[in-house]
């Protein structure tokens, strides 16, 4: 079994910066191809961004690419989302996932995801 839990949400003001973080359990975190999605009121969960075996293989849905970073650290078994220049339409529940048969590259679909954290809140006021 598999546990994630995500924190590091919060209210901020549009061109701030928020840090999420998602601690994961689990033997062979390193292998795990691991993604972060969003849920705003109303709306159907979407994809932001997900990160393969390296830092290289990283991916990002094009509304936050160059705003957006998403980075892994192994040893500590963390993944992060570093936001930038955040605006009110980034507003959303943001969920931490896993994907315990990942290959290099780590998808972006969400129904390739094995285990899901309980999310966390993320708001920018204008």
């Known amino acids: 079994q598999v546990q994630l839990v995500e924190s590091g949400g919060g209210l901020v003001q549009a061109g701030g910066s928020l840090r999420l973080s998602c601690a994961v359990s689990?033997?062979?975190?390193?292998?795990?191809?691991m993604g972060w999605f969003r849920q705003a009121p109303g709306k159907e969960r979407e994809f932001v961004a997900a990160?393969?075996?390296?830092?290289?293989?990283?991916v990002y849905t094009d509304s936050v690419k160059g705003r957006f970073t998403i980075s892994r650290d192994d040893a500590k078994k963390m993944v992060y989302l570093q936001m930038n220049s955040l605006k009110p339409e980034d507003t959303a529940v943001y969920y931490c996932?896993?994907?315990?048969?990942?290959?290099?590259?780590?998808?972006?679909?969400?129904?390739?995801?094995?285990?899901w954290g309980q999310g966390t809140q993320v708001t920018v006021s204008s």
């Open positions: 996932a896993a994907d315990i048969h990942a290959m290099v590259v780590a998808p972006t679909r969400k129904t390739a995801y094995d285990y």
């Open positions: 990160i393969g075996w390296s830092e290289d293989s990283t």
């Open positions: 689990g033997r062979t975190f390193s292998s795990y191809g």
